[in-house]
């Protein structure tokens, strides 16, 4: 069955960096669009980046110029590059995938999810 696993993360100073991953299987990973949601406590799930099987990505408008998703289909991991970090990217991120690109909605499957706190 399909599993994804998230790593990286952790508490970052505001303007620091971490690096998420999700090791996938369960499923040909190559085949699939990938993305990273996040939700905050008492927050809706949102979508913040998804990396298509073509190498397309998608960023919600405030991580653009920040975060870098990205993908290896040799070791089934997706990653997400966090940069300039804000205290209002302080959320439980998840990999996770969607039916739907870009993507939206309730997700079919995800992770148990990481947690990224930023704060001084």
């Known amino acids: 069955q399909v599993q994804l696993v998230e790593s990286g993360g952790g508490l970052a100073q505001p303007g620091g960096s971490l690096r998420l991953s999700c090791a996938a299987s369960?499923?040909?990973?190559?085949?699939?669009?990938m993305s990273w949601a996040r939700q905050a406590p008492g927050k809706g799930l949102e979508w913040v980046s998804g990396?298509?099987?073509?190498?397309?990505?998608y960023y919600v408008d405030s991580v653009k110029g920040r975060f870098t998703i990205s993908r290896d289909n040799t070791k089934n991991t997706l990653y997400l590059q966090m940069n300039s970090l804000k205290p209002e990217d302080t959320s439980l991120y998840y990999c996770?995938?969607?039916?739907?690109?870009?993507?939206?909605?309730?997700?079919?499957?995800w992770g148990q999810g990481t947690q990224v706190t930023v704060s001084s």
């Open positions: 996770a995938m969607s039916s739907s690109w870009p993507p939206q909605g309730k997700p079919d499957y």
């Open positions: 990396i298509f099987t073509d190498g397309s990505t």
């Open positions: 369960g499923f040909t990973f190559s085949d699939y669009a």
